[in-house]
């Protein structure tokens, strides 16, 4: 009896920290990929920013699709290796 009390008080705060771990890790994906955007939209803000910076103008298009090239390659390893049956699917042998 008691053991399985101590099974389901591990199993409620893995389970919390789960989505913790999740909120922690979506704010600056959320963060980066907004960023990614208005460099890519080259908005007034990031124009100012790059002649501040001594950055060419025309870069920061670039920059934004890399940096949302980026993003999107950490969010796949992460839910590749967090899926066990995603990771089964893709790395088929």
Do not use: Y
Request: hydrophobic share 55%; glycine share 6%; charged share 15%.
């Amino acid at each position: 009896m008691q053991t399985t009390l101590e099974i389901v008080q591990i199993s409620k705060a893995s389970h919390a920290a789960r989505w913790a771990g999740r909120i922690l890790s979506a704010v600056p994906v959320l963060f980066l990929i907004f960023d990614g955007a208005i460099k890519m939209a080259n908005l007034q803000p990031v124009i100012d920013s790059s002649v501040q910076l001594g950055l060419p103008i025309s870069l920061a298009p670039s920059l934004g699709m890399l940096l949302l090239a980026c993003i999107g390659a950490l969010v796949w390893g992460c839910l590749l290796l967090r899926n066990s049956q995603l990771r089964a699917r893709v790395l088929r042998r």
